[in-house]
């Protein structure tokens, strides 16, 4: 069995998207810098995080998926992590894992 997800409850896609348009975003999406949130906040969202899904029990998944392919792979973790959206010049160093059963 594979599953391949994002523990983030919207893509930050979608952010940008609402930002292109001018349109707000639902609560709930994203963080700004400052730890607030609220539907006006396309812009300063981009700046801050987007929020995981299904509240602390996908924040313990996110975090286990950062420890597994992060920490456990040697690569960046965190902020460390190289963006995909702006410095391109500049590694992401992802890391990936995957488990076998047999």
Do not use: C
């Amino acid at each position: 069995m594979k599953i391949d997800l994002a523990t983030s409850g919207v893509a930050r896609g979608n952010i940008i998207a609402a930002q292109k348009k001018g349109q707000p975003i639902p609560l709930g999406w994203a963080l700004d810098p400052e730890g607030k949130s609220d539907d006006r906040l396309r812009r300063r969202a981009l700046l801050g995080t987007v929020l995981t899904m299904a509240g602390h029990k996908g924040y313990a998944l996110a975090m286990m998926v950062e420890l597994f392919s992060g920490v456990l792979s040697g690569a960046a973790i965190g902020p460390d992590v190289g963006s995909m959206y702006k410095n391109l010049d500049r590694k992401q160093d992802v890391g990936h894992f995957s488990a076998s059963s047999t």
